[in-house]
């Protein structure tokens, strides 16, 4: 079986539970879903639903407990470990709340490390990083540490990391949640536009109803199956 040509993310019947101590914590039931070619997709749910569980499994972090998961082309709930590291290098951007930057790096160089891991000739690297930060607005900010960023700023940077290699696909996990209104906005923008310019598929979890309200489609979590919005408890 493969994936069909306009759907990105195929989900097929996935379970994952967890090993707590003699017990087996089932986190997600059978779970079904889709996501079209350069769709932006909004995952809400209460905490503990399974949303970052969802995604880490759609993002090749994980392997599900029985079923499958598609990218693209490949079943990526088939690869081994390596393979896996292999596969996310070079098809996925993950974006994360807290930034996950290497604070002694500036940022043109948090943003060259994914690069790192392929092939590319030191001007290919440099052209490619300089694309990503003029993306998403921090061409005048190359040479800043973290610690020298605003939050925004960082996320942003954070965003530069996750599209320089091109992937097809970035998930992000409440990319905006650790931010103020206005620098949320911001990167709202800025994912909005990576779909619309860029033709990305992006699959974000979030709290946010403002969040949520920029994604084509919001899908909701709750106690590790999708469910209609009236009946999620939040
Ligand atoms: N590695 C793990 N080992 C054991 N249990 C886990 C593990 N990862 C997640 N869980 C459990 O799975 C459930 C879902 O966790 P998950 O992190 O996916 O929730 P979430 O919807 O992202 O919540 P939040 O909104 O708080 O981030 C929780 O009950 C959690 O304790
Ligand atoms: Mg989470």
């Known amino acids: 079986m493969s994936n069909s040509q306009n759907i990105c993310v195929r989900v097929d019947h996935v379970t994952k539970s967890f090993q707590r101590g003699s017990e087996k914590v089932e986190v997600l039931n059978g779970l079904s879903l889709q996501v079209p070619v350069g769709e932006f997709l909004g995952l809400m749910g209460p905490s503990g639903s399974g949303k970052t569980t969802l995604l880490n499994l759609i993002a090749g972090l994980d392997q599900p407990t029985s ?37 002694v790096l500036t940022a043109y160089q948090n943003v060259e490390l994914p690069l790192l891991l392929l092939p590319l000739s030191a001007s290919q690297r440099k052209q490619q990083v300089l694309t990503a930060l003029d993306i998403v607005g921090l061409s005048d900010r190359l040479h800043h540490r973290p ?12 965003i530069a990391r996750a599209i320089v290699t091109d992937p097809a696909l970035i998930v992000a996990d409440e990319p905006t949640g650790d931010l103020d209104a206005k620098s949320a906005e911001e990167i709202l923008n800025l994912l909005c536009e990576l779909r619309t310019q860029l033709k990305k598929t992006i699959v974000m979890v979030t709290h946010d109803p403002r969040a949520a309200a920029r994604a084509d489609r919001v899908l909701h979590l709750d106690k590790g199956r999708l469910v209609e919005k009236d009946q999620a408890s939040h």
């Open 67 to 103: 079923g499958s998961v598609w990218v693209g082309d490949t079943e990526i709930s088939h690869l081994s470990e390596s393979q896996l590291a292999a596969w996310r290098t070079r098809n996925l951007g993950f974006v994360f709340q807290f930034y996950h930057l290497l604070p």
């Open 147 to 158: 610690g020298q960023l605003s939050g925004g700023q960082q996320q942003r940077v954070g």
